[in-house]
Nanobody
Framework: VQLQASGGGLVQAGGSLRLSCAASGRTFSNYAMGWFRQAPGKEREFVAAISGSGGSTYFPNFVKGRFSISRDNAKNTVYLQIDSLKPEDTAVYYC???????????????WGQGTQVTVSS
């Protein structure tokens, strides 16, 4: 599976962004999808995941209410909507595909190249 993330950019605090991750190569709906982020000097952290069907979603507590994840299996694309952006959301955001929707980044087999999100105060 090849993954291409896009949609990042520079946005003011309080704004919103929708990140996209387009997949190709294999049957998209067979894969759970996750989003992770990595800020400079920090470890990569989980921010959202969705099952292959889209019926189940998962978020860490610190993003609940601000982040949402969805997928369009007909378009082979997963989305991450981020609202009420904060400066601490600044990071490179990565999408990943795996067998299970999990918080564990090591369980994802395929990774996109990342898209930069920068939030100004």
């Amino acid at each position: 599976v090849q993954l291409q993330a896009s949609g990042g950019g520079l946005v003011q605090a309080g704004g919103s962004l929708r990140l996209s991750c387009a997949a190709s190569g294999r049957t998209f709906s067979n894969y759970a999808m996750g989003w992770f982020r990595q800020a400079p000097g920090k470890e990569r952290e989980f921010v959202a995941a969705i099952s292959g069907s889209g019926g189940s979603t998962y978020f860490p507590n610190f993003v609940k209410g601000r982040f949402s994840i969805s997928r369009d299996n007909a378009k082979n694309t997963v989305y991450l909507q981020i609202d009420s952006l904060k400066p601490e959301d600044t990071a490179v955001y990565y999408c990943a595909a795996g067998e299970l929707a999990t918080v564990n980044l090591y369980e994802y087999e395929y990774w996109g190249q990342g898209t930069q999100v920068t939030v100004s105060s």
